[in-house]
Structure formats: structure tokens, C-alpha cells
């Protein structure tokens, strides 16, 4: 009986913090300087979502810090603080995960589904070292957390359908939970064909289809050690990239995970979490379904990474204290066989990533010294162990033809610091931070061969003795709350050493047909850039709520030239009104022309627009389960046009009607929200 006691008493504390948890986005006390929360429930949230059943990267993009880079409407890659996938640290719980595209058309968060996830959290600068070295940020991906509360069978299933592209959507999840023991699985399909841009315009090759399964399982050992087992399998087919010259035939990831936790070891040790993980991603190029194709290519690339992660949570008075050692090894491959037309001629093989392993290993320490409620001193440090080595023979000497003197190992050391300090007064916080980061260059920026850059069009040669991308890093942000309304404005400043970019070198011929020759990875000496945010909320009436966000970016080098995908003044706002299980929203998304373009980079000026969204939901009791609808119409006005970060200006997608139903079942009693 004394331990029904417990456990019941465990349950309703841990309900108690997810609840707390649930308030983050709205608190103005919890957030962290930079972090934005997307969410801590279930990702597909019926309340919280104009469209529940988004794609995570729709998700992504509604984050004012987050933009996304398109090259289709399948995969688009985040970038933070005008900063993309190698300045970034892109995390699955922890866990590191490469993609096996030399081209980024395969960016970690297209492995991944809403229907596993709970919340994303970005984090600005160095806030994102803990899992490894980062100048932009990160984005971690939190998988569903399950509990061994509220014993029984749960589930859900999720329909979608949208006229435009003629996407379906489909999911199922279920969950059986016991007090020592749990099992979730959850499913999700789509499938979309070509979608239309704005004016009713076809865009060719733009179709995919991708299937999503993954399970959790969990085993509570006693009251403070539990196990997690995770499993995701991802697999896309058939996907077209309209703005690249080819698509992709078969990309699949499997994604596998252990982790043990103790919690409460001692007064001052509150958790201890140990993860091991392995991860294998396959990615496979095709351009035999586009009309005209100079020279039929295969390309097909693969990573596979072991990981580990041991993380300490600590207490003492004042002090709340983090340590994390990680580790991984990533090996990462990918090639390129060229058939020419004529079959008298011969077939060409090169390595486009010779074989690159990389091991890494890092601690990350943090402190938090709260005084008071009202003034808190953050500070933390890491140092990594970073190595690269081409284990391909060939690949090695096709590098050697450009640095003849290179090694096929290569050593750094990755060093990172921060600090912050919150001021908390009233209904007013202001928070100051600065920062170091170092970071190695990636796969394709070391080590790269003719890699073709459609946006640019030069072929991409990677170079091995690059130094470490440094930067140093300062943000402020200032915080106003009051019942009805809460307003935020942070900006943050980048000075970046050593920034990797591709130079072209003239002496070159490039392999791809028609480009325009070939450029090296080299560093600029220094690049500045600065990203301010402005966001209001305002709640006049508690059936009606309002918000607004305004960023602004701007980036360039020590010679005044403007750096490539740079964000120009955007701005969303979003008007909406609940009545019981109503909820009825009207939002607007634009930006103004993007006048800081960068001409080096095969940029060109992109106007401003600004599109109109609408949707409605409704919530339906039936007994104990939940059936909810929601539809509603996007870019309502049908314009055609195409943001700063769209891949060679594809335009976006034109009028788009659609509609989400889910139905929720659940043995347990369901609180109305
Ligand atoms: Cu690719």
C-alpha cells in the first residue's frame, strides 16, 4: 500500500512538472537566453497548431530564430541565426546523426516525423555546445518521453489530405503502459505528388513519399534506474528536387538507441544519464527520370556514427551543475560514376568523400548560480578531441593531386565557452551573454571532391589543411511581462574567424558539365554578422490572443561583400479566437525585398511578399476520447514567390486547402484543457 503511495505520489510530481513544462514558451522566467521551445507535448498538438499534422520542418519554420533552405518541397535545411547545417549542431536526443548527401539534400530533421517527437529545442551561439561544437547554435530534436503513470492502452490516428500536391497523410500510434513497463509505436506515411506554385504553376519534380515507424520501449529496474530502448526507421522514395538537376531514387536512415537512468543518487547528484547509440543513413541520387541529363550519374553516399553520451545532473545550494562527456565515431562515404553517352568512351569513378572517418570526444560543464529568484550567472566550458582520416587509398591520392602534401589523418583540438548573467526585476528580465566557439570543418569542406554547387554552379573542392572556424559571440535580450501582454527583443552579434567559403580558383577545370569552374574551401580572415528579433504577444481578452515577430539579419565580410543566405526583414503575425472547442486563426507571413543579396554566390535580388493563412479547428467528445478536426487555407491570395533561402529562387507553394483529423483514444479520464 505505502508504495501504491509512492508511485502514485511519484506520478502526480512528475504531471506536476510536465505541466510546469508545458507553460515554458509562455513563461518569462524559464526560457533561456536564445532557446526557443517549440513545444514539450507531443509535437501534434490539435490545440496549439494551425496544422497539426505539419511537416516537421513546417514546424521548424514557424520559429522566428529558424529559416529554412529549399530545394523542393521535401528536406529543407534549418538554418539559425542565418547559419546551416555545418556551423550547426543538429542533435536527435543527443544523439549525432549524419546525413549521406554531399549535395544537403538530406538534412538530419528529414529522418525524423512529428508523430515521434515532443519538442525541439534551438538554442542561439554557444547556448548549443552541450552535445558538441557549434558557432551558429542547435537544434535538438526531443523524442517522445513516456512515463510508467496512468496504466492502460492509448492510441491515435491521424488522417491529413491537402489539395495542393495532393499530399495524404496518414499515422496510427499506440501506447501500452504498466506500472514497470511500457511499449509506444507510432507510424506515419505521406505521400505528395507535384505541387503548384503560386498562379497555378506546376513545379516539375517536385513529388515524394516517405514512411516513418519507430518504437520505444521502457523498463523501470527499480524506483530510481530506468531503461530506454528506441528505434526510428525513416525511408523516402521518389523524391524530386526541382531545384537541383537530379532527385533522389531512395533515402532511409535507421536510427537505434539504449539509454539507462538513475535518478535522486544523492542529495546533490539528482541524475545520471548514459546513452549509447548507432545510427546508418543510405542516400541514393537520380537523374534518369529528368528530360535532359548531359551524362547519366550515379550517386549514391552513406554514413554510419556509434555514439555515446554520460550526462550528470547536480545540485548544491546555489549551484546547478551539468557535465556531459560525448563521443561518436562517423564514417562517411560517398561516390560518383559518370557514364558518358558515347559507350566507346570510359566510365569515370570518383570518390566524392573518400571514406572519412572522424572521431570526436568532448566534456561540457556547466554552472547556474541562481541568488534570489533574481540574478543568475550561467557559465560553462567544453574541449574536444577532433580527428579526421581518409581510409580510402584512391580518394586519398585524388586530394593529393590538390595538396600534395597531405596526410591522411588529421588531429584538432575544439575548445568553447560561455557565460551569461539574467537580471530579473518586477515584470522585467534582461539577460546578457557572450561567447567562444571553435568548430571543425566538415566532411565536404575538408575533404570534398568535385562537388557541384547548383547555386553557384562551380564544382566544390575541399581542403584538409583549413584551420578551425572560430568565432566570438555577444547577445543581449530584454523581457517585458504583464498579464495580458509579454514582449521580447534580443539581438545577437556573430564575429566569425576563419570562415569557411568556397574561392574560386581559376587555374581549375571543373568535371560537371557547364559550371562555371571550381572553387576551393578557403577562409576568409573575419565575417560579421548580427541577427535581431522583436516578438509581442497580447491577450486583450482571454478568448482572443495576438502575436507578432520581427527579425533582421545582416552578414558580411571584412570587405563589406554580403555573405550568402542572409535573412532579409521578416515578419509573421497571427490573430486568434477561441470559443469553447473553437479555434479560429488568421495569420500573415512576409519579408521585405532582400536588398543585401550576395552576387559572388549566385544570389539574386528576391522581392517581398507576403502570404495569408487561415484555419479552423474543432474538438469533439466522444465519451472518453477525443475526436479533433482542423482545416483551413494557405497563401489564401495564390501568390507566386520565393524567399531569400529558396534554391535557386524556387517559387513556394500557391493556394493550399487542407484538412487534419485525429482521433484519440484513451482509457484514462480526459482533462479538458
Ligand atoms: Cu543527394
Known amino acids: 500500500m505505502r508504495r501504491i503511495g509512492i508511485m502514485l505520489w511519484i506520478c502526480l510530481l512528475s504531471a506536476g512538472f510536465a505541466g510546469a513544462q508545458d507553460t515554458l514558451p509562455d513563461s518569462l522566467f524559464s526560457v533561456k537566453l536564445g532557446e526557443v521551445v517549440v513545444s514539450s507535448k507531443p509535437l501534434i498538438n490539435y490545440n496549439k497548431q494551425s496544422k497539426p499534422l505539419s511537416t516537421l520542418e513546417e514546424y521548424l519554420e514557424q520559429t522566428s530564430r529558424v529559416s529554412m533552405v529549399k530545394r523542393g518541397n521535401y528536406a529543407w535545411e534549418p538554418m539559425v541565426n542565418s547559419m546551416s547545417s555545418e556551423r550547426l549542431n543538429v542533435t536527435i536526443d543527443g544523439m549525432h546523426i549524419f546525413g549521406a548527401c554531399t549535395d544537403k539534400m538530406d538534412p538530419i530533421t528529414s529522418y525524423v516525423d512529428v508523430s515521434n517527437l515532443s519538442e525541439i529545442s534551438v538554442s542561439s551561439g554557444q547556448q548549443g555546445a552541450e552535445y558538441g561544437p557549434t558557432i551558429g547554435g542547435a ?235 533574481q540574478h543568475i550567472l550561467q557559465y560553462s566550458a567544453s574541449a574536444g578531441f577532433h580527428r579526421n582520416t581518409v581510409a580510402d587509398d584512391f580518394g586519398l591520392n585524388s586530394l593529393r593531386i590538390f595538396y600534395p602534401e597531405m596526410n591522411a589523418g588529421k588531429n584538432r583540438v575544439v575548445l568553447g565557452a560561455n557565460t551569461s548573467y539574467t537580471y530579473r526585476r518586477k515584470n522585467m528580465e534582461y539577460n546578457v551573454a557572450a561567447g567562444y566557439g571553435q568548430r571543425a570543418p566538415s566532411v565536404s569542406e575538408g575533404y570534398g571532391f568535385y562537388l557541384f554547387n547548383s547555386f553557384d554552379r562551380y564544382d566544390y573542392i575541399g581542403n584538409p ?64 554578422m548580427v541577427n535581431a528579433e522583436w516578438s509581442v504577444e497580447y491577450k486583450p481578452h482571454p478568448s482572443w490572443k495576438t502575436k507578432a515577430a520581427l527579425t533582421y539579419s545582416y552578414g558580411q565580410d571584412k570587405q563589406r561583400q554580403n555573405l550568402p543566405l542572409i535573412r532579409p526583414f521578416s515578419f509573421r503575425m497571427s490573430l486568434a479566437y477561441r470559443i469553447k472547442s473553437l479555434e479560429l486563426e488568421l495569420a500573415v507571413d512576409g519579408a521585405a525585398k532582400q536588398k543585401a543579396y550576395s552576387k559572388a554566390y549566385g544570389e539574386d535580388l528576391t522581392p517581398a511578399y507576403a502570404v495569408l493563412n487561415f484555419s479552423a479547428g474543432y474538438m469533439f467528445f466522444i465519451e472518453d476520447h477525443r475526436l479533433y478536426l482542423r482545416a483551413g487555407v494557405e497563401n489564401i491570395a495564390d501568390t507566386y514567390y520565393s524567399t531569400f533561402s529558396d534554391w535557386n529562387n524556387i517559387p513556394r507553394r500557391g493556394r493550399n486547402f487542407y484538412v487534419n483529423i485525429s482521433f484519440a483514444f484513451d482509457k484514462k479520464k480526459v482533462v479538458k484543457e
Open 139 to 373: 537544434i535538438d530534436l526531443s523524442r517522445t518521453k513516456h512515463d510508467f503513470c496512468n496504466p492502460g492502452w492509448s492510441g491515435s490516428v491521424d488522417m491529413g489530405y491537402e489539395s495542393n500536391a495532393n499530399l495524404f497523410t496518414a499515422g496510427a500510434a499506440v501506447k501500452y503502459i504498466h506500472s514497470r513497463f511500457f511499449a509506444a509505436v507510432d507510424f506515419m506515411y505521406r505521400d505528395a505528388g507535384n505541387y503548384k506554385a503560386g498562379k497555378r504553376i506546376t513545379v516539375p519534380f517536385s513529388q515524394y513519399t516517405k514512411y516513418n515507424l519507430s518504437s520505444t520501449l521502457g523498463w523501470k529496474l527499480n524506483d530510481n534506474n530506468t531503461m530506454v530502448a528506441s528505434v526510428i526507421f525513416d525511408r523516402a522514395k521518389d523524391v524530386g528536387y526541382p531545384a537541383l538537376p537530379m532527385d533522389v531514387s531512395r533515402a532511409r536512415a535507421a536510427i537505434a538507441s539504449v539509454q539507462h537512468l538513475v535518478e535522486n543518487i544523492a542529495p546533490v547528484l539528482r541524475s545520471w544519464e548514459t546513452k549509447l547509440y548507432y545510427n546508418n543513413v543510405l542516400h541514393e541520387m537520380d537523374d534518369t527520370k529528368r528530360p535532359v541529363v548531359p551524362i547519366h550519374m550515379d550517386m549514391p553516399g552513406w554514413t554510419s556514427t556509434y555514439g555515446m553520451y554520460s550526462k550528470i545532473k547536480a545540485e548544491k545550494g546555489r549551484h546547478d551543475m551539468t557535465f556531459n562527456l560525448n563521443a561518436y565515431y562517423n564514417q562517411s562515404k560517398a561516390e560518383m560514376t559518370m557514364y558518358p553517352k558515347d559507350t566507346a568512351e570510359q566510365i569515370m569513378f570518383m570518390y566524392t568523400w573518400p571514406d572519412v572517418r572522424t572521431t570526436y570526444a568532448g566534456v561540457f560543464a556547466q554552472d547556474r548560480i541562481t541568488w534570489n529568484q
Open 465 to 528: 589543411n583549413l584551420k578551425n572556424e572560430q568565432s566570438i559571440e555577444a547577445e543581449a535580450g530584454i523581457t517585458y511581462k504583464i498579464s495580458k501582454l509579454k514582449t521580447q527583443a534580443t539581438v545577437s552579434y556573430f564575429h566569425i574567424l576563419n570562415y569557411i567559403i568556397g574561392i574560386p580558383n581559376p587555374d581549375v577545370l571543373p568535371m560537371t558539365i557547364g559550371a562555371s569552374g571550381v572553387r576551393e574551401y578557403k577562409s576568409l580572415s573575419a565575417v560579421n
